[in-house]
């Protein structure tokens, strides 16, 4: 089945390292996305992807930091200097041009520090 | 700036009530508008779209939103509610040739369905 996956599901990590949370996708899509979820927040962007080798900010990403060698992976780390990282991170993935605004979601990854 | 307003953060119902949520954007121009759902436990996934065309759109599970372009609004509906809609709502809305971040997310409704 076509899907994203997002690994691991749970992670836990002490102040002042970082980690790295993974992304795939198998749906041929172009355009990748992370977004941050913390509860009555809603869902914010941290980075975005529209091609292979090339990636922008959106609107949190401080203290986050993302590549995108391959169009089926897309990994974000965050970092030491992300202040609040204990939350919810969800990647996402779409079509460019007529369906670019439909997006795929896998199913996340908590984030706790200690 | 763009952004989404939804009314209720947390709405507890009796099965079988009716529902309505509220949400409204702020963009004078185009827009295409969504309603995602989040069930407990499991991915965030598309609800219902509207794109063009008539306003009443009908999505999965029974439910539906209505476009109202004066009031610049997407409430989303459902005659019925059952147990499993359970779930976290977000209603979004993009810009027609805005970027590939174009997309806005309004902040969730929390609804419990009480059995």
């Known amino acids: 089945d076509g899907g994203i996956t997002q690994s691991p599901k749970y992670l836990f990590r002490k102040e002042g390292q970082n980690v790295t949370l993974s992304c795939e996708q198998n749906?041929?899509?172009?355009?990748m996305y992370w977004y941050r979820q913390d509860p009555g927040q809603g869902l914010r962007l941290i980075y975005y992807s529209q091609i292979v080798n090339d990636f922008q900010k959106g609107d949190i990403a401080e203290g986050y930091s993302v590549s995108r060698e391959k169009k089926e992976s897309f990994p974000l780390t965050v970092t030491s200097a992300q202040k609040n990282p204990t939350a919810f991170y969800l990647c996402?993935?779409?079509?460019?041009?007529?369906?670019?605004?439909?997006?795929?979601f896998g199913a996340g990854s908590r984030l706790t520090v200690l | 700036a763009q952004s989404v307003s939804q009314h209720n953060h947390h709405v507890i119902l009796s099965e079988a009530a009716s529902l309505e949520l509220g949400c409204n954007y702020s963009?004078?121009?185009?827009?295409?508008l969504f309603w995602y759902v989040q069930y407990p436990g499991q991915h965030l996934q598309l609800l219902l779209k509207?794109?063009?065309?008539?306003?009443l759109v009908k999505g999965i599970k029974g439910f539906e939103a209505e476009f109202i372009k004066s009031k610049f609004s997407f409430n989303l509906r459902k005659p019925s509610v059952q147990w499993s809609d359970t779930a976290e709502y977000f209603c979004a809305f993009w810009v027609p040739g805005g970027g590939a971040d174009g997309l806005t997310f309004g902040k969730g409704t929390h609804l419990i369905i009480q059995p």
């Open positions: 509207y794109f063009s065309g008539d306003p």
């Open positions: 749906l041929n899509h172009d355009a």
């Open positions: 963009y004078g121009g185009t827009v295409n």
């Open positions: 996402a993935s779409s079509m460019l041009g007529g369906g670019a605004n439909v997006l795929t």
